[in-house]
C-alpha cells in the first residue's frame, strides 16, 4: 500500500502542491502535518503515518526535507523505515528504495545513523572520563549522610521500627530505605 506524507512549516504555506504530487503517484493515504515541531516526536500525523506503515508497504513524500527536521532526525526515520520493510519514495529528490540505486541509499542512511551512533557514544564515554578526573561520579546525589544510612540499618535490624516509619522520620521513600538496608556502603 502507498502511504503519502505532506508537511509544512508554517500556517502560511499549504499543503496543496505536496498533495497534488502523493495523489498524482496513487497514494491510497495521505498524512497531512500543519505543525512547525522540530522534533518528528511531537509531529502528530507523521507518528500516526509511521504507525501505520507495515511491512512490504511504501512511504510517498514530496521531498525528503518533509520527513526529517535535521540530518539525524532524517536518518533515524530512514533507519526506522528499513528495519521494518517500509519502501520510501521521495517524489523530487527521484528517490526509490525498490530500486537497485534506492537501496543504496537505504542502506548509507544506515550506515550514517550507525555511524552517529557511535559517535554519540564516543563523546559520552569521553564526557564521563572527563567528570571522573576531575572527581565527578554519575548518578542522584545520595538522600543520606554515611551517619544516617548506619542508624536506618540499626533501626531496621532492631526491628522495633517499620520500613515506612524510617522512610518518614528521615524523609525519603520506602524504597530508598530498602535500598540502604539491602547494601553496604
Known amino acids: 500500500m502507498k502511504i503519502g ?7 502560511d504555506q499549504n499543503l496543496e502542491l505536496q498533495l497534488g504530487a502523493l495523489k498524482k503517484a496513487k497514494c491510497t493515504r495521505i498524512y497531512e502535518e500543519t505543525k512547525s515541531d522540530k522534533n518528528s516526536a511531537d509531529r502528530p500525523e507523521l507518528r500516526a503515518c509511521l504507525d501505520s506503515l507495515r ?5 510517498v513524500i514530496w521531498k525528503l526535507d518533509r520527513l526529517g527536521r535535521s540530518l539525524i532526525d532524517l536518518v533515524r526515520i530512514v533507519e526506522q523505515l528499513r528495519k521494518t520493510k517500509v519502501q520510501l519514495v521521495s517524489l523530487t529528490e527521484n528517490l526509490d528504495t525498490t530500486t537497485a540505486m534506492g537501496k543504496f541509499v537505504f542502506k548509507v542512511f544506515a550506515l550514517l545513523a550507525e555511524h552517529e551512533r557511535e559517535r554519540i557514544s564516543e563523546r559520552t564515554t569521553a564526557g564521563l572520563a572527563n567528570a ?3 572527581g565527578r561520579i554519575g548518578g542522584a546525589k545520595k538522600k543520606t549522610t554515611a551517619g544516617q ?3 536506618i540499618r540499626a533501626l531496621h535490624k532492631a526491628g522495633s521500627v517499620s520500613i515506612g516509619e524510617i ?5 525519603i521513600s520506602k524504597p530508598t530505605v530498602h535500598r540502604i538496608v539491602t547494601t553496604e556502603d
Open 55 to 59: 511491512a512490504g508497504d511504501t512511504l
Open 5 to 11: 506524507y505532506a508537511r509544512v512549516s508554517t500556517k
Open 132 to 134: 571522573r578526573a576531575r
Open 167 to 171: 522512610a518518614h522520620q528521615f524523609k
Open 149 to 151: 544510612r548506619k542508624q
